[in-house]
Each structure stands twice: as C-alpha cells, then as structure tokens.
C-alpha cells in the first residue's frame, strides 16, 4: 500500500521533532560548561597570589578570558543577557574616569596596566553577575569563595611549617604580602557561616573556617587583618541565637580548640610583639611609615585636587620609597591618582553596594552588611581598589539582589495563588 501524505508529513517532521528534544539538553550542557569555567575562577581568586606568572600576572586573572569568552558564546547561543544594575554603571563611571587620566599622567605604561587591569577585575564582577542565575548556583558560587580562602590557608601553614618568614618574623604563604592574606581570610568568615547556617552539605567544614581564619590572622601578625576579622567574627555571633543547643556546644569546642592552639603556638607568633609596639608607633607618629606615605600623597592630592595624578601613578608621585610603593589606604590612593572625581565614581560604588542590600532577606543582608562592612576597614588600611577580591565580593554583592529579587517574585506568585 502506497504511504499516504500524512505518513510523509510524520516522515518529515520526526526528525525536527527529535532535534527539539535534543536541544534543551544541549544548552543545559552548555550551560554547565561556563558555570564550571566560572567557578574555577572565584575558586581561585582567594590564593591567586600563590601563583605568579610572567608579567606579574595572577594565575586566577587568566581563567577571566575563558569565562569572558563563554558568556559571549552564551548569549550568541541563547541570547541570555542580563541588563546592568546601577552600580554597574557606576563601576564603569570609574573605569573610565580612570582611562582618562592617560591624558595627563606622571607614569603612562603604570597607567595603561592599570586601567587594563581595572577592565579584567570588572569583568570578573560582571560575569559573577551573568552566570548566578539561581540559588543553588549563587550558593555554589559562595563554596568556591570558602574552598579557595582553604587553599590560601593552606598556603599560610606551608609557611608556617617550613619556616618562611619575613624580616619582621611574620608567616604568610607563598607570594601573598601578609596584610593582604589575613584580609582576604577574614573576608570569607561571613562567607563561610552563611552557608553553614542555610546548608546541610559541608556544615563543619564551613563552620570549621571561622577558626582557621582567626588563627591565619595570628600567623600573620597582622594588626589590620584582625581588625577586619573582629569585624567579620560579628556575624556568626550575631547568629548563634538561630542555633540548637548541640550546634552551639560544638561552636564552643571549636573555639576552645582555637584558643587552646594559639596558647600553645603563640611564643612562635610574631603578633605579641608587634601588638606591643602599636603604642609606641602611635606616639611618634609613625605606624610602620604609613603617616609619611600619608602626608606626602595630601601633599600630592592638594597639587592635583579634582583629576590626580594618573591611575596606577602614586608610587611614581609620592616616591621616596621605590617603585612599588603603595598608599595603604584605599582612598587615599584614589584621591592621588583619579582627584575627587575618582574618588566620587568610587564611593558611588560602595553607596550603589549598600543601597542594593535593602531589598535583601534578613540573613542576608546581615551577612552582606558585615562583609562591606569590613571591607571598608580592610580598604581604610589597606590598597584594595585594584583587588580581586574587591570586585569578587562586589560580583557576589550583586548577584544576591537577583536571588533577593528572585524570591520576592516567587513569595507573590504563592500569594496570588493562595488567594
């Protein structure tokens, strides 16, 4: 019997309609693959300074152009683009404000580095952005911050126990200065108790990092960085009333261990003795040179008030102690090298952060509170604008205003059923 036409329309159509099937399960896998690109790079933003390549260059900044080149193929595959919040706007007001300065600055190829870098560590906030797009990948987002803060820990006890220290008999891991490591370590903390509290994968070994982070501090004897972990340790404590009984009674055993650790290291600690001297430094005036580096760069920012003097250009203007001289002091660097107009384009970034947060849940928003909260600590000490952890942190910031967004819209959606 000959096939009628409705057989060869059935011929026809079976393999379009295979084809269909089989394409949601392409773009799932493809998906995946940028996600787990993505994740390797917050993963290794925490110990990047352990690996130093060519050029200066972080080994985490080089997994950017992999993930950069992902999103791109993401949105030609599915057109998948999120538009840009405020903030965003704002960081690349800085940017730009920054590329500027090449017009007038005192070190041109610093310059050209730095605004190079600036665009590398924006695209790392603004991929964070693109590619969370649900909670479970927010949170897995989250784990690799706390995995990598393991590694940089790691690194820390490799110091330790091999015994590389610095002038002053202060521990760190390979490659990372050790103001900056007790920073990045106390950063995490919040990081680390959230997903403990809100998960039922990896609670201890979450919990677990709040004392590895305080004595990483320690280690490292630095004064900064444990300010910025008495700030962060803030959070589990304001959290411990949300805890069973049981749970609070392992925390206590945790820090007991904690403590317990630190009396018996602590002669090997160089921390005594440079708390010992924070007294001393304040009465002349000197914190370790920080107060010259201080009134030099007012000098210099009174000489160049609304433009500065070029990004990436302080040591170049200051000078007095080499070139890889630094402000420790996050805006202080900004008013000399990008003027109070630098300086407004920045803080309209910290505003945009704290602002977002009101549309946060309540657990979350003092997770994120505590963590921009001490980071302006961390930044009031140290030269964090060009940090990846700076723009990391601010990637995850704004990723959380689209979960918070994400289950206002699910909270009236079962209201409007319910009704």
Same mark, same amino acid.
């Given at each position: 019997? !000959?096939?009628?036409? /409705?057989?060869?329309?059935?011929?026809?159509?079976?393999? @379009?309609?295979?084809?269909?099937?089989?394409?949601?399960?392409?773009?799932?896998?493809?998906?995946?693959?940028?996600?787990?690109?993505?994740?390797?790079?917050?993963?290794?933003?925490?110990?990047?300074?352990?690996? &130093?390549?060519?050029?200066?260059? &972080?080994?985490?900044?080089?997994?950017?152009? !992999?993930?950069?080149?992902?999103?791109?193929?993401?949105?030609?595959?599915?057109?998948?683009?999120?538009?840009?919040?405020?903030?965003h706007?704002?960081?690349?007001?800085?940017?730009l404000?920054?590329?500027?300065?090449?017009?007038?600055?005192?070190? !041109?190829?610093?310059?050209?580095?730095?605004?190079?870098?600036?665009?590398?560590?924006?695209?790392?906030?603004?991929?964070?952005?693109?590619?969370?797009?649900?909670?479970? &990948?927010?949170?897995?987002?989250? &784990?690799?911050?706390?995995?990598?803060?393991?590694?940089?820990?790691?690194?820390?006890?490799?110091?330790? #126990?091999?015994?590389?220290?610095?002038?002053?008999?202060?521990?760190?891991?390979? /490659?990372?200065?050790?103001n900056?490591?007790?920073?990045?370590l106390?950063?995490?903390?919040?990081?680390?108790?959230?997903?403990?509290?809100?998960?039922?994968?990896?609670? $201890?070994?979450?919990?677990?990092?709040?004392?590895?982070?305080?004595?990483?501090?320690?280690?490292?004897a630095?004064?900064? /960085?444990?300010?910025?972990?008495?700030?962060?340790?803030?959070?589990?404590?304001?959290?411990?009333?949300?805890?069973? @009984?049981?749970?609070?009674?392992?925390?206590?055993?945790?820090?007991?261990?904690?403590?317990?650790?630190?009396?018996?290291?602590?002669?090997?600690?160089?921390?005594?003795?440079?708390?010992?001297?924070?007294?001393?430094?304040?009465?002349? @005036?000197?914190?370790?040179?920080?107060?010259?580096?201080?009134?030099?760069?007012?000098?210099?920012?009174?000489?160049? !008030?609304?433009? /500065?003097?070029?990004?990436?250009?302080?040591?170049?203007?200051?000078?007095?102690?080499?070139?890889?001289?630094?402000?420790?002091?996050?805006?202080l660097?900004?008013?000399?090298?990008?003027?109070?107009?630098?300086?407004?384009?920045?803080?309209?970034v910290?505003?945009?952060?704290?602002?977002?947060?009101?549309?946060?849940?309540?657990?979350?928003?003092? #997770?994120?509170?505590?963590?921009?909260?001490? $980071?302006?600590?961390t930044?009031?000490?140290?030269? $964090?604008?060009?940090?990846?952890?700076?723009?990391?942190?601010?990637?995850?910031?704004?990723?959380? @205003?689209?979960q918070?967004?994400?289950?206002?819209?699910?909270?009236?959606?079962?209201?409007?059923?319910?009704?």
């Amino acid at each position: 019997m !000959p096939k009628s036409s /409705g057989d060869l329309r059935y011929r026809g159509t079976a393999p @379009r309609v295979a084809l269909e099937a089989r394409a949601p399960a392409a773009h799932n896998r493809w998906k995946t693959v940028c996600f787990v690109f993505l994740w390797l790079l917050v993963f290794t933003v925490p110990w990047g300074d352990m690996i &130093q390549l060519p050029y200066d260059i &972080q080994f985490s900044r080089i997994l950017t152009i !992999p993930v950069a080149l992902a999103w791109l193929l993401s949105i030609w595959h599915e057109n998948s683009f999120r538009p840009p919040l405020t903030v965003h706007i704002a960081m690349l007001a800085f940017i730009l404000w920054a590329a500027m300065n090449v017009f007038w600055t005192a070190d !041109p190829e610093r310059s050209a580095r730095r605004i190079l870098s600036y665009s590398q560590l924006f695209l790392d906030a603004w991929l964070v952005y693109q590619f969370a797009r649900t909670g479970i &990948q927010y949170r897995k987002l989250l &784990q690799a911050v706390v995995l990598g803060g393991y590694v940089a820990f790691a690194g820390l006890l490799y110091g330790y #126990m091999y015994g590389h220290v610095s002038g002053d008999g202060r521990f760190s891991a390979p /490659g990372f200065d050790a103001n900056d490591l007790a920073a990045t370590l106390a950063l995490i903390v919040p990081l680390a108790w959230y997903l403990a509290m809100t998960g039922k994968k990896y609670v $201890w070994l979450n919990r677990l990092y709040v004392p590895c982070a305080i004595a990483g501090a320690l280690l490292t004897a630095s004064r900064s /960085g444990l300010a910025v972990a008495g700030v962060t340790a803030l959070f589990p404590l304001l959290a411990m009333g949300k805890l069973s @009984r049981r749970k609070k009674i392992g925390i206590f055993f945790l820090a007991a261990v904690t403590a317990g650790g630190v009396f018996e290291f602590g002669n090997e600690m160089s921390f005594n003795s440079r708390l010992s001297t924070f007294a001393d430094q304040l009465s002349r @005036r000197d914190l370790n040179g920080r107060v010259d580096i201080w009134e030099h760069g007012w000098t210099e920012f009174l000489d160049n !008030p609304l433009v /500065g003097v070029g990004a990436g250009a302080f040591s170049s203007s200051v000078g007095g102690r080499g070139a890889e001289l630094v402000a420790h002091n996050t805006y202080l660097e900004i008013l000399v090298e990008h003027g109070a107009i630098g300086l407004l384009a920045f803080l309209a970034v910290v505003f945009g952060l704290f602002r977002g947060l009101k549309a946060a849940r309540h657990l979350e928003w003092r #997770m994120w509170a505590t963590v921009l909260a001490a $980071w302006l600590v961390t930044s009031s000490v140290l030269s $964090w604008e060009n940090r990846e952890m700076t723009w990391l942190l601010w990637g995850l910031c704004t990723a959380e @205003r689209l979960q918070a967004a994400h289950s206002a819209r699910k909270e009236r959606v079962r209201y409007a059923r319910a009704a």
